[in-house]
C-alpha cells in the first residue's frame, strides 16, 4: 500500500480553448511548489495524481500544495490492487469510527466484475459488519469514503477532502506590480491578485534615516510569505526621503499624504512599465483612513497615465481584512510596530478631501520631474 495525493482543481475547466495553457501553468506551480521533494504528477481524467514521494513527507505536501492557487481539494489516498479485498483493506484505514457514511466507487477500469454501485454495497457493507456505531447514510453522509478504480489495476481509496486555496494559476492572468506597505492590507491586495492568477513584483518606498532598516527587513518577510503563493516575487525599493523633506519644506503640511503618494503613484508606473506589469495594485479600502476617501483616490489615481490601479479590498471593512491577513499568514508580521514612510512629517491634520485644484497649486511648488529621477535613480531590486 502506497501513499498518493489526488488534487482536483477548480475554474480551469471553464477555460474553453485556454485548458492546455491554464493547465501546463498549474502543473508548473505544483512543480515549484514541491520542488526538493521526489514526486511524479500525473493527469488523471479531470485530476492530477501525484504519486512516488515518501509517505513521511505526506503531510509536508498536502501543507504545500493546499496553498497553490488553482488547487480546490486535495484528498490523501492509498494506492492498492484493484481487488476487493485489498480495497478494503484501505478502506479501515480512511473510515470514520462512528456516525454516516456512504461510500463512493468510480470505475474507470469496466473489466472490473462488479460495478460502481455493487462495489459500493460490498464495501459498505463489510464496513457495518466490522464496526455497528456506523449507518449508511447515502444523501447526507457524515463521512464519504471515495474509491477510484483506475483503467490500470490499482485502485485509490480516500476518505474527507481536504480544502485548498482556490483560485486560479499564477501566470495565467497577467502581471501586476503591488506597492507594498509594512501594513496589513497591501499584502492582503496582493494576495487577492495572485489568486486570481497574476504574477506580482513589489515595490517599496521607505525613508531612510526616518524609518529605519527593521521596518525595511519586515518588507521582506512579508514579501516572503506573499511569495509562497505568488510563486515568486521581487522586491523594488525605492528612497523617497528627500521627495518627503522637500514637501516639508516648500508645500502646506496637509497635504503630505496626498502629494507623496502621487510621487508613489508615478514612480510605481514608471517601474511597471520596465517590468512589463500591466497594472498597480494597492491596498487601499474606501473609507479607511484620512487618504482613502475617494477624493484622496482620485487625486493619487490621476498621475498615472495609462495603466489600470487595481484596489481589490476596496470594498472590504478592517475585520475582513484583517481575517485574510491571519489567515494567509502575515498577520503577525503585519503588526510589527514599525514606522512607514506616510507616518514620517505626519500633518496634524490631513486633507481629507482634497481638490485638485488645491493639490496642483501645492505640487506646482516642486520640481517634480528633478524629484522623480533622483527617487528612481535609488531603486534596488530584491529577488524573493
Ligand atoms: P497598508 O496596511 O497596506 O499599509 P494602510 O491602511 O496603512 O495600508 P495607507 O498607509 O493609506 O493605508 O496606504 C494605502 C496604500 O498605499 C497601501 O495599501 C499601499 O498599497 C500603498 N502604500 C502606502 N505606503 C507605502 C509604502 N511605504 N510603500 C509602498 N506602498 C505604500
Ligand atoms: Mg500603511
Known amino acids: 500500500m502506497e501513499n498518493v495525493i489526488i488534487v482536483r482543481y477548480c475554474e480551469i475547466h471553464l477555460k474553453g480553448n485556454n485548458r492546455g495553457f491554464f493547465e501546463r501553468v498549474f502543473v508548473e506551480n505544483m512543480e515549484k511548489a514541491l520542488k526538493g521533494l521526489k514526486h511524479e504528477i500525473r493527469k488523471q481524467s479531470g485530476r492530477y495524481v501525484i504519486e512516488g514521494f515518501n509517505s513521511q513527507n505526506t503531510d509536508l505536501m498536502v501543507g504545500k500544495l493546499k496553498n497553490v492557487f488553482g488547487v480546490h481539494t486535495l484528498s490523501v489516498a492509498m494506492k492498492v490492487n484493484s481487488s476487493l479485498d485489498e480495497i478494503f483493506e484501505a478502506v479501515k484505514l480512511v473510515a470514520p469510527l462512528s456516525g454516516t457514511f456512504k461510500v463512493d466507487t468510480h470505475r474507470a477500469d469496466k473489466k472490473f466484475p462488479l460495478n460502481s454501485m455493487q462495489i459500493n454495497a460490498e464495501i459498505g457493507g463489510r464496513l457495518l ?30 476518505g474527507n477532502l481536504i480544502n485548498g486555496v482556490g483560485g486560479m494559476p499564477v501566470g495565467t492572468a497577467g502581471k501586476g506590480m503591488l506597492l507594498i506597505s509594512g501594513g496589513i492590507d497591501s499584502p492582503v491586495a496582493g494576495y487577492m491578485m495572485a489568486k486570481r492568477g497574476m504574477k506580482l513584483e513589489c515595490i517599496h518606498f521607505h525613508s531612510y534615516p526616518y524609518t529605519n532598516m527593521q521596518a525595511r527587513e519586515k518588507v521582506e518577510e512579508l514579501a516572503k510569505v506573499l511569495a509562497e503563493y505568488s510563486c515568486g516575487t521581487v522586491l523594488h525599493v525605492v528612497k523617497v526621503t528627500h521627495i518627503q523633506e522637500e514637501i516639508h519644506k516648500k508645500c502646506n503640511g496637509d497635504y503630505m499624504v496626498t502629494l507623496l503618494r ?38 493619487s ?63 506646482s511648488k516642486l520640481d517634480v520631474q528633478a524629484l522623480l529621477d533622483e527617487a528612481f535613480s535609488t531603486l534596488e531590486t530584491i529577488k524573493i
Request: glycine content about 6%; overall charge negative.
Open 129 to 158: 459488519d466490522l464496526n455497528n456505531a456506523l449507518t449508511v447514510d447515502v444523501h447526507t453522509p457524515q463521512s464519504i469514503i471515495g474509491i477510484d478504480l483506475r483503467e490500470n489495476g490499482t485502485s485509490l481509496v480516500f
Open 301 to 363: 489615481g490621476s498621475v498615472v497615465e495609462n495603466l489600470p490601479i487595481l484596489r481589490p479590498l476596496c470594498g472590504f471593512d478592517k475585520n475582513e481584512i484583517i481575517a485574510r491577513s491571519r489567515a494567509m499568514g502575515a498577520y503577525d508580521i503585519s503588526i510589527r510596530p514599525y514606522e512607514d514612510c506616510c507616518t514620517v512629517f505626519l500633518p496634524r491634520h490631513p486633507v481629507i478631501h482634497p481638490k485638485m485644484a488645491d493639490v496642483l497649486e501645492e505640487e
Open 262 to 299: 502621487r510621487f508613489m503613484m508615478r514612480i510605481a508606473e514608471r517601474l511597471a512599465k520596465k517590468c512589463g506589469a500591466q497594472c498597480l495594485i494597492t491596498g487601499e479600502s474606501l473609507g479607511q483612513v484620512a487618504s482613502q476617501t475617494i477624493e484622496g483616490m482620485t487625486s
